[in-house]
């Protein structure tokens, strides 16, 4: 038996089999005693010096291990009595050139109390994995039903009746429409009511991931492809909605280069992991959507004709707020149950007035911006009716189009009348011009969720402008 240890120090052995099993004992093809652990003689009580050379079964009580010397068969998690309470413990025979030479043997759980305890805990990791495992299965249905989306309005319902009628296709999807008018809860909808209502529902932001990489986010990559490449490789969102549907927000932002490996992929319907050379068959159903105009992008050559036309086989203009005014009333009323329930409030109300702003205002960040005006209400609210003075103050203070000025002073006041204390708050123009525009600023960061190109794209100034402005304004 000291054959296996030649050459390495005994204090290594020792101090390995400690590390590797607490309780360890081994014997050789008489049942003699040729090694026990500092371990194993505190659980039995009894010291190495006494135990070695002994019969097994006079040191250790009820031991089986002398019965495996004879029967060369193991015995894995085997219940043996010691000290009054029953132990688990595992026994293997060593072999020679085909003969039983002994035989080791160690304790896994000491008594009962310490193999619950460990039950517990791997119970413990196994409900940990399987909620991560069904929260992973959520993440990828859809969210939202045509139930979900409101609006009377013709315009709306000429969309979401056409979005219905081709739900149950397998053609690609084009939607368009200004940011916040709810193209990606038109995309769930037509999944959730497609035949691949069971399988993966997918999204990816063409416009949040950097170009580097977006290739291995959306066909995966092998191990080993570059540098912090996970072991084993990882799959991408195409292989990820196998089945199901793969929804491509802001595809309008996808560099040229992507776009002509996304086109052979919807051509050849298989995709090549990065760093592969496999090609991996997928059946994978097309939504993408965008608030650019991709006809005007196609013309001056920044998105590939071939891919529009294979990705415009239907398209869906959703229209934005301004255009369907009375639909604004419904949709406030669902978002304000949505946020009640997020704040603990309930029955809160929105005044005439506040009403009539919002009807009047011509929502640049649509149903998005909407959502956010009514969340930043209920913070400030005190009651449950929403006022005038509980709106952001853009929203207080405004010019309609008729050009008559509305003021939010106080309500109830006629606009005409002005207190000389008033005047004396008056500011210079370049003064009130900034703050104008810091507000402007805020707001857009507001409706775009923090989102500075988006918000740029509302101002309509160049992301180096919006920059330098954040920074003057000390907007973080």
């Known amino acids: 038996m000291s054959r296996a240890f030649d050459g390495v120090p005994i204090s290594w052995h020792e101090q390995i089999i400690n590390l590797l099993a607490e309780r360890v004992v081994i014997i050789d093809d008489n049942g003699m005693i040729l090694y026990i652990n500092e371990g194993y003689c505190q659980f039995i009580g009894k010291t190495m010096e006494k135990a070695i050379g002994q019969p097994v079964q006079d040191v250790i009580e009820n031991s089986r291990m002398h019965r495996v010397v004879k029967t060369g068969k193991a015995e894995l998690a085997a219940v043996q009595k010691i000290n009054g309470s029953e132990m688990i413990a ?6 020679e050139d085909g003969k039983v030479v002994g035989v080791v043997g160690n304790v896994m759980f000491r008594n009962p109390e310490e193999w619950r305890m460990y039950r517990t805990k791997i ?14 299965q959520r993440d990828l ?12 309005s013709p315009i709306f319902l000429e969309a979401k009746t056409l979005a219905q009628r081709v739900s149950g296709s397998n053609s690609s999807v084009l939607l368009i429409g200004e940011s916040g ?16 209502a069971s399988a993966p529902f997918v999204a990816i932001n063409c416009s949040s991931i950097p170009e580097h990489l977006l290739e ?32 491509l927000d802001e595809i309008g932002d996808m560099p040229l280069s992507m776009q002509s490996k996304l086109l052979r992929v919807l ?24 608030h650019r105009d991709l006809e005007k992008m196609v013309e001056k050559g920044e998105f590939r004709q071939d891919l529009y036309y294979r990705l415009n086989v239907i398209k869906i203009d959703i229209p934005p707020l301004r255009e369907r005014k009375e639909d604004i009333p419904p949709i406030a009323r669902r978002l304000l149950k949505k946020l009640e329930a997020r704040f603990y409030r309930n029955s809160i109300e929105l005044s005439a007035e506040v009403k009539e702003r919002l009807m009047q205002h011509s929502w640049p960040g649509n149903i998005r911006e909407l959502e956010n005006v009514l969340e930043r209400s209920i913070n400030v609210l005190d009651g449950k009716t929403i006022k005038v003075s509980d709106l952001p103050l853009y929203l207080r203070d405004f010019e309609p189009k008729d050009g008559s000025a ?6 109830g006041i006629s606009p005409n009348l002005v207190s000389a204390s008033e005047l004396s708050f008056i500011q210079p123009l370049k003064e009130t011009l900034a703050q104008v525009e810091k507000q402007a600023i805020e707001h857009a960061l507001a409706v775009t969720k923090g989102n500075k190109l988006e918000a740029a794209r509302l101002l309509e100034i160049s992301k180096t402008s919006f920059y330098d402005k954040c920074k003057l304004y000390n907007i973080k």
């Open 267 to 290: 051509q050849e319907k298989e995709v090549v992991r990065v760093g592969g050379y496999k090609s991996i068959s997928v059946d994978v159903r097309i939504i993408a959507a965008t």
């Open 406 to 411: 509305i003021h939010s002073s106080s309500e």
């Open 123 to 136: 119970q413990n990791l196994v409900e940990e994995l399987n909620y991560y495992q069904a929260k992973a």
């Open 141 to 152: 249905r859809s969210k939202y039903s045509f139930e979900d989306l409101m609006g009377s």
């Open 90 to 95: 595992n026994r293997f025979p060593i072999f």
């Open 181 to 196: 008018t709810g193209k990606e809860l038109f995309a769930h909808a037509i999944h959730h009511n497609s035949t691949r």
């Open 216 to 247: 291995s986010e959306l066909f995966g990559y092998e191990e080993g492809a570059f540098t912090g490449a996970k072991k084993g490789g990882k799959k991408g969102q195409f292989e990820l909605a196998s089945k199901g549907t793969l929804f």
